[in-house]
């Protein structure tokens, strides 16, 4: 009896699958350092060296479209080979080793140092499909190692535009949107991902809201999800460092801006990209709870969401 409604739960399982057309799937949560996060002597730190944690992953997003048996990945980070590991694991059809193509937001460590595992040293890749806005796309042609990886042909690199849809199936398209923040080697970009019947809005970083040319609240509302950045819980967990130098929204400031928002827009919104020191990524911290009791969520490693 016990193996009859296993196979049952099995069966629901695959058919809720099969049922959704698109969906997305979070592969990571963290700020760039991952975690450990080097140097760190916190206690947290300290245990995940004995004992890593696979939910410890920085920030990065599937997307997988079942029925054209296509699927990407939004950032290539350091922990880039378990993560497309889980977007295979997600997405049967996968004969291959690597996805149709992958989305960069911009040239800070942890969003794209992960396309160094597409060379030669590791899985030698061949032509695989990397988008990137045109500065984001000079820098990789211009500089090494990334240009090694363009000569070698590993990657080939397919230009975006702000605001420009890029129709990737007849389910899906991205559209990247330029955000501000520490530009020092190429812009910045969230992405709105469009779906059959859904979309996602995801900003894994930027700096304060009030810089930006549009309106949060309203790309939120339009959205039916929003991945936004939540780097730093508040201004005490970084020993009230020089902030215009790591400028990022606190979310306690986040949630103050977004209080008004109706009960079903809250909803939409999950915290992502989580610093090292920040207690949101204990999902039993005070922190945590104030964020959820608030009416907004927090991304966890494995969520999924249909589109």
Same mark, same amino acid.
């Given at each position: ?17 099969s049922a959704q057309q698109v969906e997305l799937l979070v592969l990571g949560t963290l700020q760039d350092g991952g975690m450990p996060h080097i140097g760190c002597e916190q ?8 004992? %890593?944690?696979?939910?410890? &992953? ?5 997307? +997988?479209? @079942? /029925?054209?048996?296509?699927? #990407? ?18 997405? %049967?059809?996968?004969?291959? &080793? ?5 989305? +960069?937001? @911009? /040239?800070?460590?942890?969003? #794209? ?23 984001? &796309? ?170």
């Open positions: 009896m016990k193996n009859f409604f296993a196979a049952v739960l099995i069966l629901l399982l695959v058919q809720s699958v206690k947290a730190c300290q245990e995940l060296i004995q004992h %890593p944690d696979p939910a410890k &992953k920085v920030v990065s997003l599937g997307l +997988i479209d @079942h /029925a054209n048996q296509k699927n #990407y990945l939004f950032e290539a980070t350091p922990e880039i080979s378990s993560q497309l590991s889980l977007l295979k694991e997600y997405s %049967p059809f996968q004969n291959n &080793k690597i996805p149709n193509g992958i989305f +960069i937001t @911009h /040239a800070h460590m942890g969003h #794209y140092s992960g396309l160094l595992y597409l060379g030669k040293e590791a899985l030698g890749a061949q032509m695989e499909t990397v988008y990137a806005m045109p500065k984001m &796309k000079r820098f990789l042609e211009n500089n090494q190692p990334w240009k090694m990886l363009i000569d070698q042909q590993n990657i080939m690199i397919e230009s975006l535009e702000n605001e420009t849809p890029k129709q990737l199936t007849s389910n899906i398209k991205v559209i990247p949107i330029l955000v501000p923040h520490r530009d020092e080697l190429s812009e910045t970009v969230g992405y709105k991902i469009v779906g059959p019947t859904k979309t996602a809005l995801f900003i894994p970083d930027i700096n304060k809201w009030s810089l930006w040319d549009q309106d949060i609240r309203a790309q939120i509302h339009e959205a039916n999800y929003a991945f936004i950045d939540a780097t730093f819980f508040d201004n005490s967990e970084v020993g009230y460092r020089d902030l215009s130098q790591i400028p990022h929204p606190f979310v306690i400031e986040s949630m103050d801006l977004l209080n008004d928002l109706s009960k079903t827009d809250k909803d939409k919104v999950y915290f992502i990209h989580f610093n090292h020191t920040n207690p949101l990524i204990d999902s039993e911290s005070t922190a945590s709870n104030k964020v959820e009791s608030a009416g907004f969520q927090l991304a966890r490693i494995g969520m999924r969401f249909e589109l």
